[in-house]
């Protein structure tokens, strides 16, 4: 069984999130609304780890540092949730297409400020 994961955990990871995703669009269109914001979410967030991984918390040893990995997913999750509040409560007002016209927008913001900053390596990153 060890061997079964530790040659397919990098898949099982990778379903795990593509799951996660998936439910973040689920759960608006439960109520009725269908809001697009949430891979906006999951590309900030997976910015803010790599960053963090990359720039702040890096790590000499050839372990995997499970901590500091587990630091990361919490900042970035963290700061996503602050995102999304923010976001949100400007959202609560809209609703039927407006509602997704304007996460398509927020989307659409962090896609060019993500092309455009420097630390997240532009077109390339």
């Given at each position: 069984?060890a061997?079964?994961?530790?040659?397919?955990a990098?898949?099982?990871?990778?379903m795990?999130?593509?799951a996660?995703?998936?439910?973040s669009?689920?759960?608006p269109?439960?109520?009725?609304?269908?809001?697009?914001?949430?891979?906006?979410?999951?590309?900030l967030?997976?910015y803010?780890?790599?960053?963090l991984?990359?720039?702040?918390f890096?790590?000499s040893s050839?372990?995997?540092?499970?901590p500091?990995l587990?630091?990361?997913?919490?900042?970035a999750?963290v700061?996503?949730?602050?995102?999304?509040?923010m976001?949100g409560?400007p959202?609560?007002?809209?609703r039927?297409i407006?509602?997704?016209?304007a996460?398509?927008?927020?989307?659409e913001?962090?896609r060019?400020?993500s092309l455009?900053?420097?630390?997240?390596?532009?077109a390339?990153?």
């Open positions: 069984m061997d079964f994961f530790a040659t397919y990098s898949l099982i990871v990778s795990v999130l593509g996660l995703l998936g439910l669009l689920y759960l269109l439960m109520t009725g609304q269908l809001s697009l914001a949430s891979p906006g979410f999951y590309a967030g997976g803010i780890a790599a960053i991984s990359t720039k702040v890096t790590s050839s372990l995997f540092p499970i500091l587990l630091l990361e997913m919490l900042i999750g700061i996503c949730g602050l995102l999304g509040v976001v409560i959202a609560l007002r809209l039927g407006y509602l997704a016209i996460t398509i927008a927020f989307v913001v962090l060019v400020i455009n900053l420097d630390i997240t390596g532009g390339v990153g």
